[in-house]
């Protein structure tokens, strides 16, 4: 990553777009959706608001339980299954870690352009980027809308409802109702209101194609994929956006992306690879930035994880 510090450090790089996976969020300790043992696997429809053909959807695809075919009609699933994590990201369970405040250091520096992120998890809001400057892919935890008139509602408001009106299927909050009811948008009086992720079985985000389109291939001078797998399109076309020059930094524990034009090892011309955890990464380049203290100034807003190999970094360097 020397080469890509220097790069950096030149003033030869004014625009840095960021394309990040679950990767970046490992550290915050956020329970996991897709793989064995996670959420969607350990999915037990029985316990949720719904009819039986709609349980038997579940059964059959999991993921049906956050697809537009349950929601239009019937919404209270998706947010029993959610419930949890609305009122966690609320109360900060979870925080944003290295990799997060290191694209706040991008900000503060002046040289962002852009962050690209596959990440529901809300995390990339914890920061102080600016929310025009934060397009999420697949949506996001963090703000919350209505599906049907797409009314944004204060998200305060909304934790404060599905308290009151969501039960907690995981039976962790006594206080919690026994039986579900519909929280009703105040603009359009339908049950719409949910965090903005994007819905199996829905488009994507309009912006996520307006963005794209100005800031590549001439707005941005070095691309930083991180944590992600490059598998899932349309996000995995982000890192060939930018002309064939633009150097590409990957921060991943495997190397990714070889279908899409990412060449590792002695054929690389323009690519870099760091084979690790994104925190450690990401530390490891702030190091070589000569930003380390600057980035010490957010620790204490940090995951415990990260707030460790930040005191670890600190030691190394003598702070």
Same mark, same amino acid.
């Given at each position: ?19 990040? #996976? ?66 966690? /990201? ?19 520096? #002046? ?72 929280? /009703? ?7 719409? /209101? ?25 707005? *941005? ?34 190397? *990714? ?63």
């Amino acid at each position: 990553m020397d080469g890509v510090a220097e790069y950096i450090k030149s003033g030869k790089c004014k625009n840095i777009a960021f394309l990040t #996976g679950a990767g970046v969020s490992v550290s915050a300790g956020i329970p996991d959706f897709r793989s064995t043992g996670g959420m969607y696997d350990t999915l037990q429809p029985d316990l949720l608001t719904a009819s039986a053909e709609e349980r038997r959807l579940m059964k059959m695809d999991p993921t049906a339980v956050v697809s537009t075919d349950i929601f239009y009609n019937n919404q209270l699933p998706y947010l029993e299954l959610r419930r949890p994590f609305i009122l966690g /990201l609320s109360q900060r369970k979870w925080k944003a870690t290295i990799s997060h405040w290191f694209v706040q250091l991008c900000e503060d520096k #002046g040289i962002l352009k852009r962050l690209y992120t596959q990440n529901i998890d809300g995390l990339d809001y914890q920061t102080n980027v600016p929310k025009e400057k934060i397009i999420g892919v697949h949506g996001t935890l963090a703000r919350i809308q209505c599906e049907f008139c797409k009314t944004e509602c204060d998200a305060k408001e909304f934790e404060e409802r599905v308290k009151k009106n969501i039960k907690d299927i995981y039976k962790t909050e006594p206080d919690a109702p026994t039986e579900s009811s519909l929280i /009703l948008c105040g603009s359009c009086n339908q049950p719409g /209101l949910k965090p903005m992720t994007v819905l199996y079985g829905s488009s994507m985000p309009q912006e996520f194609f307006e963005r794209t389109s100005e800031d590549f291939p001439d707005e *941005v001078d070095l691309v930083i994929v991180a944590g992600t797998s490059l598998t899932v399109g349309p996000a995995n076309s982000v890192p060939r956006m930018v002309d064939s020059f633009t150097p590409r930094l990957i921060i991943n524990k495997d190397p *990714v992306g070889q279908s899409l034009g990412i060449q590792y090892g002695e054929k690389s011309t323009r690519d870099v690879f760091f084979s690790g955890e994104c925190d450690q990464g990401f530390i490891e380049l702030t190091a070589k930035l000569g930003w380390f203290e600057d980035l010490l100034k957010y620790k204490d807003f940090m995951a415990v994880n990260s707030q460790t190999l930040m005191q670890q970094m600190q030691n190394k360097l003598g702070l």
